[in-house]
């Protein structure tokens, strides 16, 4: 497989996951970007808002950025939040394949093997998570892609020389990166230390960068006057918040080497457990490689703080394949990995393809459903089953607490109120006294093992109108392997008297 081909490949991949991944990743990328531009345009109160709301600590600009898109649409009549989630992802998609195929395109020089420079394509764009990733509206995605396009735009060979104006975009781009993702001032720190120490920089060009990342930062500060009517610094309510009150630790702490335990095991089978060693050897034989300065402070403090995840380290995904491949190279080991290419195949392929296709939260389908074809339907639920909104009980099987927990409200209709039942005998009667069919989401496993026959001997008409990929599985669910508590699986069906 030729280059080109692996860039066609991925960009068709990066494309259908963008159309394809309904929903997000983590809570993060709905509840602080779109809710806030929902919050925005009077689609949903104060109080249903994530508590970092109250402390005026996230980044708007973005929010900005989802609010103007769904305003046109409004303006223009077409409004429809999935369209909207679905553009955004495009948007994304397209910038980071862009700032990929610079990023392989600029480094590939330093590799020294036809091999090595095949493996950094192939791993760059179609190791199995990467078009998920890359086409994710969010805080993680526009830090990585402002970051890597402020670094293309500066470290490129010496014949090509900056100027003031190219000197003050990459500052824009470097506050962009910061004002997406405050954590991304780390590896902005890192950035320009070695312009200053290393790459000794003539002044005009740092001052120049200075400028431009102020500026940037400046746009910030007017976005969060914007959002939140009044001058606030969401950088410092951020830090302020994390780590001097330390309610991040609230949400959970790990051990410092939690990431380099993980890693081994998510990131790619047999790949994986060279990941770390790499990056170790890496930034001893390589100490004034700009990616070891942009990379150990980063990283450094990220292992330090309590509360870690692997989203957070997602700025560090397109670095890996470029340091995994020069070191096997220094090391003489290229010729090993003819071995992990038929893993790559049997095992990374089938896994991208699925990671591709797949919505990134499974009830967004069926909300899709709902709001595209009932959306003046009644709705029902089972209590203590509610599918419409993310809240306590379905992670910590703590009761819901109105007010405090965290609806999906971008992705319904205004005015959307599903209705709670506690037994299916109460459905069945509410059935019998409507004049009009009612909808009712209910677990995939529950409908076919207990309601399904139920609603036969009640005499109620049950026509199933939407479920989830999951329902293909059911036939082989042989020693019940999907759970019958699945959140992910859900049926809509309509209910009407005979």
């Not at 919050?39 to 973005?62: A, C, N, S």
């Not at 991208?352 to 899709?368: C, Q, T, V």
Request: some cysteine; glycine content about 6%; aromatic content about 22%.
């Amino acid at each position: 497989m030729k280059s080109k081909f692996i860039f066609f490949i991925g960009f068709v991949l990066f494309i259908v996951a963008a159309i394809c991944s309904d929903g997000y990743f983590h809570p993060d990328e709905h509840f602080q970007l779109l809710e806030f531009a929902n919050y925005k345009m009077g689609g949903i109160p104060g109080e249903h808002l994530p508590w970092e709301f109250d402390e005026q600590m996230r980044p708007t600009f973005q929010v900005l950025i989802v609010y103007g898109l769904c305003q046109f649409m409004k303006t223009g009549g077409f409004f429809d939040p999935y369209t909207a989630s679905m553009i955004l992802r495009l948007f994304t998609a397209v910038m980071m394949f862009y700032v990929l195929y610079f990023f392989y395109n600029r480094y590939k020089n330093q590799l020294n093997s036809t091999k090595g420079i095949w493996w950094f394509a192939a791993l760059t764009f179609l190791l199995w998570y990467i078009p998920f990733v890359s086409v994710r509206y969010s805080s993680e995605s526009f830090g990585t892609i402002f970051m890597l396009a402020a670094l293309l735009l500066y470290d490129v060979p010496d014949k090509q020389k900056g100027n003031i104006l190219n000197s003050i975009l990459i500052g824009l781009f470097l506050g962009v990166s910061f004002i997406s993702r405050f954590q991304m001032g780390f590896m902005i720190f890192g950035f320009g230390a070695w312009v200053l120490f290393i790459k000794r920089e003539k002044l005009s060009i740092i001052l120049s960068m200075l400028v431009g990342f102020v500026l940037m930062v400046g746009i910030g500060q007017l976005c969060d006057y914007w959002f939140y009517g009044s001058w606030v610094s969401s950088a410092y309510n951020y830090f302020y918040q994390n780590l001097v009150e330390n309610k991040a630790a609230g949400f959970g702490v790990s051990p410092w080497w939690y990431y380099a335990s993980l890693t081994p095991a998510l990131v790619f089978p047999l790949l994986g457990i060279i990941i770390v060693p790499a990056f170790i050897y890496f930034f001893i034989k390589y100490p004034k490689h700009i990616f070891t300065w942009l990379l150990i402070p980063f990283l450094v403090i990220h292992h330090a703080i309590g509360h870690k995840e692997l989203r957070f380290l997602f700025a560090v995904t397109p670095f890996i394949p470029f340091i995994i491949i020069i070191v096997l190279e220094r090391v003489k080991w290229m010729k090993y990995l003819k071995f992990f290419k038929y893993v790559f195949w049997i095992i990374n392929i089938p896994a991208l393809f699925i990671m591709s296709i797949k919505p990134a939260y499974d009830n967004m389908e069926m909300f899709k459903y709902i709001y595209r074809h009932q959306p003046k339907s009644q709705v029902y639920y089972i209590r203590n089953t509610m599918p419409f909104m993310m809240y306590q009980f379905e992670l910590t099987n703590k009761p819901f607490v109105k007010a405090k927990d965290l609806k999906l409200a971008f992705f319904h209709q205004p005015g959307f109120h599903p209705n709670p039942i506690d037994t299916l005998s109460s459905l069945i009667d509410t059935v019998r006294n409507s004049s009009e069919p009612i909808i009712f989401a209910v677990r995939t496993p529950h409908f076919i093992e207990l309601y399904k026959q139920q609603f036969a001997e009640a005499q109620i008409n049950c026509k199933v109108v939407y479920y989830t990929y999951h329902t293909w599985l059911w036939p082989i669910n042989y020693y019940h392997w999907i759970n019958r508590d699945d959140v992910g699986a859900w049926t809509v069906v309509e209910l009407s008297k005979k």
